[in-house]
């Protein structure tokens, strides 16, 4: 692990174009990569320029968990390590669709002392997944190793930037991609994710690896009183998705309901993980269509009216909804300096992005074009088209 006096930063970079902003990037921690790789299973400390630490709680079916991704790229290829505290499998995946659907992943796990390091790509929303090969692509891990000791397993990868395969993502200097990460207690890539899972963006250096891209500020172990009021606001938000949708799913039976209104549980799990590490209170108990705010028992009543006309107006509706959230989580990011919340916020806009294109692509699929109420038409083509 990387010690905490060579953290270089955090870096938040908004990019402001007219006065349309595209979402926040983020770097969790910086350093020089002055050390040569080696895919020996020992993160060392300027092996990587980049590390994240991503969390996923317990919860049902889940033991909860945190996995420590670090990165470092050229020109050319990516360099990758994930370790987390597991004597199972840790996974990675590039740019998905919705929740798994077409992502690029790499998984591995270490088995007697050997690191075995899978190139899958996800067809569907339902793992497991397949190698590249399965669907007529190619093996890309370059090289690979890994180590597992006291029951934490490190695994560490290359591969080109752009495989020039169709079933792995073509990533390119300087990126900022949406991915998906998730660890098992099992070392079977058929036994799903039972440790924990989540979303996150992850931010590619420009190609010079000697030189350390943006640096701001520093680290703030606490939370402001403005950060703790987003926390709280954000979870409750969460909490309007789930229980909006699954009121959508009761009136219209629309399979999608059902599926957000699990990933919206899980990201408010997510959010609770900061109202626990920071000992905040929830704002209301955890009651179906129960919230605190005005705003947003406002906006749930108005948004549930609409939605229950019909099956259009419920996709509507929740696409609107998935807006709002964009531009509260980019609001929030704006003002927040703390490095745990910055990862959960960075996580959920990954999420509520996706959502926004499920629900675009299924009015779609009714014939229907969405115009977007809330972002600029700018930042709404990029998510939709993304
Ligand atoms: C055996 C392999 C796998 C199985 C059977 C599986 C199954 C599932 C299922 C059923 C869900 C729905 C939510 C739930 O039931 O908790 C889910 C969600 C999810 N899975 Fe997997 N999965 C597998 C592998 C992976 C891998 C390798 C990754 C990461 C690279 C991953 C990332 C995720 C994420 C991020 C979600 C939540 C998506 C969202 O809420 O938007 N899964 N998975």
């Not at 990569?33 to 317990?58: C, I, K, L, Q």
């Not at 520093?218 to 909006?244: C, H, M, N, Q, Y």
């Not at 799913?249 to 209104?261: G, H, K, P, V």
Request: charged residues 30%.
């Amino acid at each position: 692990m990387k010690s905490a006096s060579l953290t270089l930063s955090i870096v938040l970079l908004l990019i402001l174009s007219g006065c349309v902003e595209t979402p926040g990037e983020q770097i969790i921690s910086e350093s020089v990569a002055s050390e040569d790789w080696a895919p020996d299973g020992v993160v060392r400390e300027n092996e990587y320029s980049r590390t994240m630490v991503v969390v996923g709680p317990a919860r049902s079916g889940y033991s909860g968990g945190e996995m420590e991704i670090s990165w470092r790229n050229d020109q050319e290829h990516l360099y990758m390590a994930l370790r987390g505290k597991t004597s199972g499998w840790l996974s990675i995946g590039f740019d998905p669709l919705e929740w798994m659907k077409d992502a690029d992943m790499i998984l591995g796990t270490v088995e007697d002392g050997e690191a075995i390091v899978l190139d899958e790509y996800s067809s569907g929303n339902y793992g497991p997944h397949e190698d590249d090969t399965f669907f007529g692509g190619s093996y890309d891990i370059l090289e690979s190793g890994g180590l597992e000791v006291d029951g934490h397993t490190v695994v560490e990868f290359k591969r080109r930037l752009n495989t020039g395969d169709k079933f792995d993502e073509a990533l390119t200097p300087g990126q900022s991609v949406s991915i998906i990460w998730a660890m098992a207690d099992s070392k079977s890539r058929y036994t799903k994710h039972n440790v924990a899972y989540g979303e996150a963006i992850l931010v590619l250096a420009s190609g010079d690896e000697t030189a350390i891209d943006q640096i701001s500020g520093t680290s703030a172990a606490t939370l402001s009183p403005r950060e703790e009021e987003g926390v709280l606001f954000i979870w409750e938000e969460e909490k309007v998705a789930r229980d909006l949708y699954k009121e959508l799913y009761r009136e219209t039976e629309q399979s999608i309901f059902m599926d957000l209104a699990r990933s919206e549980q899980s990201h408010m799990d997510q959010a609770k993980t900061l109202i626990d590490k920071y000992d905040l209170k929830l704002p209301v108990k955890d009651e179906p269509g129960v919230f605190s705010n005005s705003t947003l028992i406002n906006l749930y009543k108005e948004l549930l009216a609409r939605g229950m006309q019909s099956q259009e107006d419920a996709l509507k509706v929740a696409a609107t909804f998935e807006e709002i959230s964009i531009v509260d989580l980019e609001r929030e990011l704006k003002v927040a300096d703390n490095d745990d919340m910055r990862v959960v916020f960075q996580g959920l806009l990954a999420g509520s992005r996706k959502h926004l294109r499920s629900y675009v692509m299924d009015l779609q699929d009714m014939n229907i074009e969405y115009t977007p109420q809330y972002m600029s038409p700018r930042e709404f083509d990029e998510v939709v088209k993304d």
